[in-house]
């Protein structure tokens, strides 16, 4: 007897093979990947390698920037991270950024245990020493895993394998140690200092030396002994650079600069110590959630319960197509959009509000939006994926002014209300007329938290210090007074808005003839914004090249800035003279070399004079859908997504900084074929998807499909489009398109339609009507 061709006995040893490769996981897996399985915490951790993208950055003497985002064990918008350091940040010069974790290096020095400030951890083999020295070890980067909830790497001079996952307010640790005497665990407060108990042989507990913060720590098993220790800062006589050190053995108590403990234990060789640690604001309140969250010693049952966290997440959103890379870098991307707010007390918690008072949270409680940063586009992300968590975040806001007199403004600019607005008009329910008094107040007091507001109520415009000697490059001090008026001009037409849709028609009145104040710091003569002395006259050398860090711009050249009117790409274009001098305006934007002499360290991720790696014209990319050349907008985004994210030799490259989700958030929306260019509005820019297809489960229970038919890396040029059924003709779709569930199709080719969204009735709105 035979099958197919082959004995029995042949068919019996193949299945037995297979059945023998499954049980051992050596079997290919033939079911796709999970969202959860594409996203890796490493991207955005490492730096683009290749010069021509990266320009002249950084300054001498200070590492390129990277996306600089956590590879830590957390949970969506956790303020509890379990993640590596290693960047020994007590021993760095200050430069940029200080960020704990750089892809390229190559050291551990500890682990974080939960909040910001929390203590440092670190599992060592062998003798120690006191920090900030700290005993590190050499790591294996073919060993190091970051995935959602999950973080792991082999500590290569200790022969320890470390494991850390976490909930919302707890982490545990899994350390595996090779067989030794001489197993330590220290765990210490840092520079910021504070008190350290060791409670009994199997916990400790500490207190910050600032503020609020308490943690109690558990062992799975007893150590054998233990000690504390600190650092005596040096006196500036003749000690070292680090001072001096106490090290006290069998002591319990011990408070000051990197006060800490020392535990030994003797191990066998596997043998694993779990620790758990809690934060909160006292120790009954760090111990109760110790026990409510984390009361076992299942580390695997709390690693899944934090990825099913996330599966939740990113399972939001649904893609077809793309390449395995593509894809990867889009969870990645995906879930580092959601690393902020920070949740600061779910309802029921006890937090700290302003002053100091600790009250009960109403609600789930978050920290400040990063406005400047996320309010481009996060915020957008988020209401599409999870609106029950934004009203939320808008409550958490609204409370904020009301305990401060003011609407939090974040770093720069005043951008609130595009989230309040933005949201308003994609139909979350939610007091807005409550929260426009706030946002009111912020845009008319000039003691408020508007800079130099009163200029520019008075001017119309900011104007900027020029230093003695005015010197080429500029120096990096200044009011930013050309960009701030631009930004304010963009936040006070969201404010008419917002006043016309509560029937405050004086307010209207009042902030749209404001929101035309970005003209007064255009200068005709050359086709740039330009800063102003404060008797009007135009500053005097001015390079559109150069990165004038604060001076006139903010952390941008006069051509990034010149595009800083995303609420007015019509009245931009008649600036310029229409828009084929528009166009041709973008095209010498995107072609003109990155030839500076300043350095701007935030500058990095360049096409021609365009930078990717921070906030100022990331919408500049899809200004084409306004100028009537859809298809440069459509080329230029998928040349930005292939080029700037994962192109290095990692493959986990970011532009720049993140900055909480702004950059991740780029990303995503970028390669779903859509951006908020003014997240004030309800209107959505197209671009040209990455994916064949795309279902964004959408939080309000619909559905929104985007289909790209012969979508590839060759084919990137919208042919014709359908939505929800009908011919589109638009290079932008409104949210009232898709509210109610939407399908947008595409038919995608390797040539532009330069008929397609072309015509000028086909340009989406903007404040200025195109007189055609």
């Not at 197509?321 to 600061?344: D, I, Q």
């Not at 706030?438 to 210090?465: C, F, Q, V």
Request: hydrophobic fraction near 35%; aromatic fraction near 12%; glycine fraction near 10%.
């Amino acid at each position: 007897m035979y099958v197919v061709g082959r004995s029995i006995e042949a068919a019996s040893l193949a299945l037995l093979c297979a059945t023998l490769l499954h049980s051992t996981g050596l079997a290919q897996k033939t079911s796709a990947k999970t969202p959860l399985e594409y996203a890796n915490g490493l991207v955005g951790t490492a730096p683009l390698d290749d010069q021509k993208l990266i320009g002249n950055a950084p300054p001498p003497g200070e590492q390129l920037y990277s996306g600089f985002t956590s590879p830590a064990a957390m949970l969506p918008h956790s303020s509890t991270e379990l993640g590596p350091i290693n960047a020994n940040l007590d021993l760095n010069f200050p430069a940029g950024v200080r960020a704990p974790y750089f892809y390229p290096n190559r050291t551990i020095f500890g682990f974080s245990t939960g909040a910001e400030d929390s203590p440092t951890i670190m599992p060592i083999v062998g003798d120690w020493t006191v920090p900030p020295e700290r005993s590190a070890s050499v790591y294996d980067k073919m060993r190091e895993t970051s995935s959602p909830g999950f973080y792991s790497v082999y500590l290569d001079d200790y022969r320890t394998l470390a494991e850390m996952t976490a909930t919302a307010w707890t982490g545990i640790f899994r350390f595996t140690f090779p067989q030794t005497e001489k197993a330590h665990i220290l765990l210490d407060w840092g520079g910021g200092g504070g008190d350290i108990e060791i409670v009994n042989d199997h916990s400790l507990r500490g207190k910050s030396a600032h503020g609020n913060r308490y943690f109690v720590a558990e062992f799975s098993r007893p150590f054998r002994d233990c000690g504390a220790f600190k650092q005596i800062p040096p006196t500036g006589r003749r000690d070292s650079l680090l001072g001096d050190n106490v090290v006290d053995p069998g002591a319990r108590t011990i408070s000051g600069n990197f006060a800490g403990a020392y535990l030994r234990f003797a191990t066998n060789g596997g043998e694993q110590i779990l620790v758990k640690v809690a934060t909160g604001l006292s120790y009954a309140m760090a111990e109760q959630r110790l026990q409510a969250e984390d009361p076992e010693w299942d580390f695997d049952r709390v690693k899944r319960q934090a990825e099913h966290a996330w599966a939740e997440k990113l399972n939001r959103i649904e893609v077809k197509g793309g390449t395995e890379k593509e894809k990867m870098l889009f969870y990645s991307c995906l879930y580092h959009s959601f690393a902020s707010p920070r949740l600061v007390a779910r309802k029921g918690d006890e937090f700290v509000v302003r002053g100091g008072k600790i009250e009960e949270a109403a609600y789930d409680h978050y920290g400040e939006v990063p406005f400047w940063d996320t309010g481009r586009n996060q915020i957008v992300l988020l209401t599409l994926l999870e609106p029950n968590a934004k009203l939320d975040i808008l409550r958490s806001q609204f409370d904020m002014a009301r305990e401060r007199g003011y609407m939090g403004t974040s770093f720069h600019g005043d951008n609130a209300v595009f989230m309040y607005l933005g949201d308003w008009e994609r139909g979350l329910k939610f007091d807005y007329a409550g929260v426009y008094e706030y946002l009111r107040k912020n845009a008319t007091d000039p003691h408020g938290p508007r800079g130099y507001l009163a200029e520019y109520m008075r001017n119309g415009w900011i104007s900027d210090i020029v230093p003695d000697g005015n010197p080429s490059p500029p120096y990096a001090g200044g009011k930013a007074g050309a960009a701030t008026t631009l930004e304010y001009s963009w936040d006070d037409y969201a404010l008419a808005l917002y006043a016309k849709k509560l029937g405050r028609d004086d307010d209207y009145r009042l902030f749209l003839q404001r929101a035309h104040n970005y003209r007064n710091v255009f200068d005709p003569s050359i086709g740039f914004m330009r800063g102003k002395t404060e008797d009007g006259r135009w500053i005097t050398p001015f390079d559109p090249k150069e990165p004038y860090y604060n001076f006139m711009m903010k952390e941008a050249s006069g051509w990034s800035t010149l595009w800083l009117v995303p609420h007015d790409g019509q009245g931009l274009i008649d600036l310029l003279g229409g828009r084929e001098k528009f166009a041709a305006k973008l095209d010498e934007f995107f072609n003109t070399p990155y030839t500076a002499k300043g350095i701007c360290r935030d500058c990095t991720g360049v096409i021609g004079q365009y930078v990717q790696g921070n906030q100022p014209d990331q919408q500049s990319a899809y200004y084409y859908d306004w100028a009537g050349q859809p298809w440069k907008t459509q080329k230029l985004t998928r040349e930005i997504l292939a080029s700037m994210y994962g192109s290095d030799r990692y493959g986990l490259a970011f532009p720049g900084m993140d900055d909480q989700g702004s950059t991740s958030s780029w990303y995503v929306m970028s390669a779903l074929g859509f951006y908020p260019v003014d997240p004030s509005s309800p209107d959505y820019i197209l671009g040209s998807p990455v994916f064949d297809q795309a279902v964004i489960h959408m939080g309000s229970g619909k559905d929104f499909t985007i289909v790209a038919h012969g979508n590839s890396a060759r084919n990137i040029y919208i042919q014709s489009a359908t939505l929800n059924g009908k011919p589109w003709n638009k290079p932008w779709f409104s949210h009232s398109d898709i509210a109610d569930g939407g399908k947008l199709i595409l038919t995608m080719g390797p040539e532009p339609n330069r008929r397609w969204g072309s015509a000028i009735d086909a340009a989406p709105p903007s404040m200025t009507v195109s007189s055609r």
